[in-house]
């Protein structure tokens, strides 16, 4: 007994690589002293070696059994020592899976895939935004950085996690920043200091810049006046917290509606919503495209942040314009095309 448990003690301190090694070692082995005990049973090597298999399984099928004494000593011998090996690789592959589920909930597992958005520091902002994402397309990748030490959306297959300082190039990497087609910076809620708040910000987003430029950048500013420090690390698109929840407030305190309106526009969740639409050889003017689209259903909103083209109706379209909708997706994929 006591040479049992040091066996089994040495076998569970080896490497998956090895124990899986020394199993297929001790079936093949296997296989071959019982063909070579029970020629007449098993008529060939492939027999034998399929009557150890469902032995150690414990299936036992027995269109295959052992005759002689020997044969059936060595049966035996299986029983004991082949079922705890196959005992043993199975409670390794459960212990590797469960080791997995922890190292995911921790944050510990770098991840590997393409074209998916990153969101850097966890908060109901970032629950919200996750939540627009998969509104918009269910199967996009969303890896979330931040430095708590748990999965915040562990039970959500499409979210990974990593934990740790964002703007640590090693923590960047293992999210996959180089091959993200989107990152979104909120501000760190656990910062008192809005200005504190915006320098931790601004040096997630210097690193985001070196590492992968190419990445469509969106921040979360708490002051106005900061932004300027944001353009020179090439941010691409900036959101005034504080500022754009006031003045939502102000607007559906004056005008009864107004909140209303936007809140839908900002949603994809309800109503209409803004898209960006190619623009049509056959439009010449502003006017032009304004009208085929109303025929269509849609109302052309804007030029990039242009949104007085109504205003403009006679004036042609440039060739680097970029047109704004505002229409149900339905709608929006017939334009599409």
């Known amino acids: 007994m ?85 005992s043993l690789v199975i409670g390794k592959i459960i212990d590797a899976m469960g080791e997995l589920q922890r190292r995911r909930g921790a944050g510990t597992l770098s991840f590997h895939g393409k074209d998916h958005v990153v969101l850097i520091n966890w908060n109901r902002k970032t629950q919200a935004a996750v939540d627009e994402i998969l509104c918009y397309t269910p199967d996009c990748r969303i890896v979330i950085i931040d430095e708590s030490g748990q999965h915040p959306l562990q039970q959500m297959e499409h979210v990974h996690f990593i934990s740790g300082d964002p703007s640590s190039d090693d923590i960047l990497l ?25 320098g931790k910000t601004l040096l997630i987003a210097s690193s985001i810049e070196r590492i992968a430029p190419q990445v469509h950048t969106t921040v979360e500013i708490m002051q106005e006046k900061n932004i300027q420090n944001f353009r020179h690390v090439h941010v691409n698109e900036f959101v005034l917290s504080h500022d754009a929840i006031s003045r939502l407030a102000v607007r559906s305190a004056l005008q009864e509606g107004n909140s209303e309106v936007i809140t839908q526009l900002l949603s994809r969740e309800h109503g209409d919503d803004i898209y960006e639409i190619p623009r049509d050889a056959a439009w010449h003017t502003y006017g032009d495209a304004f009208q085929a689209l109303l025929r269509r259903g849609a109302t052309l909103l804007s030029d990039r942040g ?24 339905e709608t929006y994929r017939q334009i599409k095309g």
């Open 2 to 86: 006591h040479f049992l448990l040091r066996l089994s003690g040495k076998l569970m301190r080896l490497k998956k690589k090895s124990i899986g090694l020394i199993i297929l070692a001790f079936i093949v082995i296997s296989a071959t002293i019982a063909f070579l005990l029970e020629p007449g049973t098993f008529s060939n090597w492939f027999n034998a070696f399929y009557w150890v298999m469902t032995t150690m399984s414990t299936v036992g099928y027995g269109d295959f059994f052992a005759g002689t004494v020997a044969g059936k000593l060595f049966t035996i011998f299986l029983y004991i020592f082949g079922i705890g090996l196959l």
């Open 306 to 329: 242009d949104l007085g083209i109504n205003r403009k109706l006679d004036q042609p379209i440039p060739q680097d314009a970029r047109l704004y909708i505002v229409s149900d997706e």
């Open 174 to 198: 293992k999210a996959g920043i180089e091959g993200a087609k989107a990152a979104i910076v909120f501000g760190d809620t656990r910062i008192d200091e809005a200005s504190l708040t915006d």
